[in-house]
């Protein structure tokens, strides 16, 4: 796969994730009140804090396999930035991990769980405080609790090798929470 292609499918996502979309779980969409907090689902601001796990240890290659059927090529904790882990699935497919750092980024998983939130993205239940799921941006963001989040997401590979996008999302999610203290 070539890492410059993904990278820039990563990129993009994160800093255009979900804007114009409109609310389907709620009345009112929350708002993030700066780039250090961000409006949970219940509407109250929450302080950003880092994530205790480096991305590739919060997801693992071992994770990746499982949850997608495929075999992981190569790993890489440098293509993305400092809070992220890319893994080359094939030719034409990666999934990658993003952990928050607490500094604020407005590309961050805080900011792209904010942006979900008051966007039309699917709530999942039964990962960690909250968890939504945008279709259309092969991506799940979850807070963690106690103003920690990441997300998981997709990269190229469809149909064919990750036409089961949710499920191998939740899976990848399920298998991250459990790695959080």
Do not use: H, Q, W
Request: glycine share 14%.
């Amino acid at each position: 796969m070539r890492k410059s292609g993904a990278l820039f499918a990563v990129l993009a996502l994160l800093a255009g994730c979900g804007g114009g979309e409109t609310a389907s779980d709620s009345t009112s969409a929350p708002e993030v009140t700066s780039v250090e907090s961000v409006a949970s689902t219940a509407g109250d601001s929450v302080a950003v804090a880092a994530m205790d796990v480096a991305p590739c240890e919060l997801v693992t290659s071992d994770d990746v396999a499982a949850a997608t059927g495929l075999v992981v090529v190569g790993e890489d904790d440098a293509a993305l930035g400092p809070n992220s882990c890319l893994f080359d699935v094939g030719t034409s497919a990666a999934v990658f991990v993003s952990v928050d750092d607490g500094g604020g980024s407005s590309t961050g998983p805080a900011s792209l769980f904010a942006a979900y939130v008051a966007g039309s993205a699917e709530s999942i239940s039964g990962l960690g405080e909250a968890a939504v799921y945008s279709s259309t941006y092969r991506t799940l963001a979850v807070d963690a609790g106690g103003g920690r989040y990441f997300a998981v997401g997709l990269s190229g590979g469809y149909p064919e090798e990750l036409a089961a996008d949710r499920e191998i999302l939740i899976a990848l999610a399920a298998a991250a929470v459990g790695r959080i203290d």
